[in-house]
């Protein structure tokens, strides 16, 4: 992913964890570039793995904890996607446009793809994700299904293909989604990071050319400057 940011968020912002929010693209993704994505989860080999910990789940054959693969956990299948790998590459490049920007979303921990089969679903829970985890970004790869609706602190999103839902503070924030009544339901699910203030490029609001931060911006940012 280019490291290029645009930051809004001042040191004030930083501290207030409770300004929790959530973002809807609505359909912004066509139809064939979620068929692309389904179509490459569908490839990945399927591996055992064991569990290490709580929602922390490695795999049995140590040469495949670093690649891309597929596991079974739940009645769900999920895809885990690594960073450096190709399959990655080529997914941000069809949806790199439409993802969330700013303060919380500006560089990728984290990319998986879960299959929901017919009677699976996510209970409701916060994440025990990453510290350095600040956003969680959803993107419904298909919608002919019956059930599996997501909901996000009390929101309720319909299933259509193509639309992102993305939130802050997913530790602190109650999700879920229902059990699948009938069909197979396909999401891609990407966790973010705050930027690396003294090595990223960002946006110059004024010129609109990549820079880097003043001292006197990343101390606003970090709080240091207080």
């Not at 996607?81 to 941000?92: A, C, K, P, R, V």
């Not at 994700?129 to 996000?152: A, E, H, K, R, S």
């Amino acid at each position: 992913m280019p490291k290029q940011r645009s930051v809004k968020k001042t040191a004030q912002q930083e501290k207030a964890n409770s300004n929790n929010f959530i973002v809807v693209h609505d359909q912004v993704l066509m139809p064939w570039v979620c068929d692309k994505i389904m179509q490459g989860f569908d490839r990945l080999p399927i591996v055992e793995v064991k569990e290490n910990g709580l929602n922390d789940y490695g795999t049995v054959d140590p040469s495949m904890q670093d690649k891309d693969h597929r596991f079974e956990h739940q009645n769900r299948i999920h895809g885990n996607i690594q960073t450096d790998g190709t399959l990655f590459h080529e997914i941000m490049d069809l949806i790199e446009f439409a993802l969330p920007k700013g303060y919380e979303f500006a560089k990728i921990n984290f990319m998986q793809a879960i299959k929901y089969t017919e009677g699976s679903f996510f209970p409701y829970h916060m994440d025990t994700t990453d510290p350095t985890d600040t956003g969680t970004c959803m993107i419904f790869l298909n919608d002919n299904y019956i059930g599996g609706n997501l909901t996000v602190n009390g929101h309720k999103f319909c299933n259509k293909q193509g639309t992102i839902v993305a939130f802050n503070n997913s530790q602190e924030v109650w999700h879920g989604v229902e059990p699948i009544l009938q069909g197979t339901r396909y999401v891609l699910l990407i966790w973010f990071g705050k930027p690396d203030l003294e090595e990223d490029l960002f946006i110059d609001d004024e010129t609109g050319e990549a820079r880097y931060l003043s001292q006197e911006e990343i101390n606003k940012l970090t709080n240091l400057g207080e």
